[in-house]
């Protein structure tokens, strides 16, 4: 199986603040990776495809990049429905598999 | 609007068979657009993907699970099954059955159902 992981494993942010969490995969992936929103006690949301597609409804303050082995997620200005935990998951190589999670919490 | 609901017990004992079905509503699981998936998390711990079904028919697992998995369809009550057999503590999670606008080769799980809690408790 592909290991995934997530740097930093948590963050605190203010509203407004540039949220960057990066998600490394231990082979390489091309550009298929995904990204996560989970709040507490509610099933994961997708934001973000093939690395860089937004997903049908997700504000263009979330932005994907990456290819190959690592990839990023950026928050422009964090809102405060944002604060919720990330998970990055590669999509291609089965079985498909998630990072541990980045949590990002109220500073 | 396309809706997954998980439904089944909340408590298995173990060396039991866990059993959860997803009911689908605003799509159909005959869609030959989507594949059909179950997904499980551990409190704390990562997701994990367990397998998915297509319209075909054709279903696949995830090896670290498939000796004890199966996952059906019922294209008449527009539903799909996870059956998993010898459960042990370790298989206590949220269930989660979700949609994947993927391909033969890829998963990408764009709706979600909002899970079911599943212990493995005596």
């Known amino acids: 199986d592909i290991q995934m992981t997530q740097s930093p494993s948590s963050v605190s942010a203010s509203v407004g603040d540039k949220v960057t969490i990066t998600c490394r995969a231990h082979?390489?992936?091309?550009?298929?990776l995904a990204w996560y929103q989970q709040k507490p006690g509610k099933a994961p949301y997708l934001l973000i495809y093939?690395?860089?597609i937004l997903h049908s409804g997700v504000p263009s303050r979330f932005s994907g990049s990456g290819s190959g082995t690592d990839f990023t997620l950026t928050i422009s200005s964090l809102q405060p429905e944002d604060f919720a935990t990330y998970y990055c998951?590669?999509?291609?190589?089965?079985?498909?598999?998630f990072g541990p999670g980045t949590r990002v919490d109220i500073k | 609007q396309v809706q997954l609901q998980e439904s089944g017990p909340g408590l298995v004992k173990p060396s039991q068979t866990l059993s959860l079905t997803c009911t689908v509503s605003?799509?159909?699981?005959?869609?030959?657009?989507?594949?059909w998936n179950w997904i499980r998390q551990p409190a704390g711990k990562p997701l994990e993907w367990i397998g998915r079904?297509?319209?075909?028919?054709?279903?696949t697992y995830n090896p670290s699970l498939m000796s004890r998995v199966s996952i059906s369809g019922d294209t008449a009550k527009n539903q799909f099954s996870l059956r998993l057999t010898s459960v042990t503590a370790t298989d206590t999670a949220v269930y989660y059955c979700?949609?994947?606008?993927?391909?033969?080769?890829?998963?990408?799980?764009?709706?979600w159902g909002q899970g079911a809690q599943v212990t493995v408790s005596s």
């Open positions: 979700a949609r994947d606008r993927g391909d033969d080769d890829t998963v990408v799980l764009d709706y």
């Open positions: 605003g799509d159909s699981i005959s869609n030959w657009s989507y594949y």
């Open positions: 079904i297509y319209a075909s028919g054709r279903i």
């Open positions: 082979q390489g992936v091309s550009r298929w």
């Open positions: 093939a690395a860089s």
């Open positions: 998951q590669q999509t291609n190589i089965f079985p498909p598999t």
